[in-house]
């Protein structure tokens, strides 16, 4: 297993999205270790496309660099989490995310509701 420091995060898309347009809260983490998986990369991607953001090019060049590879453990467990929380409607995407950083001993970095309350959440809104 990876040790990392703390400085270091699974982003989500969310959190992404709220770098980029600016948001505050989430200037703490600019400098941080940005780590992102496909399925994120896929999401940002689409959000950045359905809203012709200007500079998309530019984010998703940057942001493709972060992305590592997720382990087919990390899914299993993702997905039976997931079920297991069903009437929560967590997304696969975040799913997944959480127990990537769960593996690799890092934080989610995150501002969906349904993730506020868990253990190795950084919860920001």
């Given at each position: 297993?990876?040790?990392?420091t703390m400085?270091?995060?699974?982003f989500?898309?969310?959190?992404i999205i709220?770098?980029?347009?600016?948001n505050?809260s989430?200037?703490?983490?600019?400098d941080d270790?940005?780590?992102?998986?496909?399925?994120?990369?896929?999401?940002?991607?689409?959000n950045?496309i359905?809203?012709?953001?200007?500079?998309?090019d530019?984010?998703?060049e940057?942001?493709?660099?972060?992305i590592?590879?997720?382990?087919?453990?990390?899914?299993r467990?993702?997905?039976?989490?997931?079920?297991?929380?069903?009437?929560?409607?967590?997304?696969?995407?975040?799913c997944?995310?959480?127990?990537?950083?769960?593996?690799l001993e890092?934080?989610?970095?995150?501002?969906?509701?349904?993730?506020?309350n868990l253990d190795n959440v950084?919860?920001v809104?």
């Amino acid at each position: 297993m990876k040790s990392c420091t703390m400085t270091e995060y699974i982003f989500d898309t969310y959190a992404i999205i709220e770098i980029i347009e600016g948001n505050q809260s989430y200037e703490k983490f600019i400098d941080d270790e940005i780590l992102i998986n496909e399925f994120i990369f896929a999401e940002l991607c689409y959000n950045l496309i359905k809203f012709d953001y200007p500079k998309k090019d530019y984010y998703l060049e940057k942001y493709k660099s972060f992305i590592t590879n997720i382990d087919s453990e990390v899914i299993r467990k993702a997905m039976e989490f997931r079920y297991a929380n069903k009437k929560k409607k967590m997304s696969m995407t975040d799913c997944v995310s959480y127990f990537q950083a769960k593996k690799l001993e890092i934080k989610f970095l995150t501002g969906d509701k349904e993730f506020e309350n868990l253990d190795n959440v950084e919860f920001v809104k």
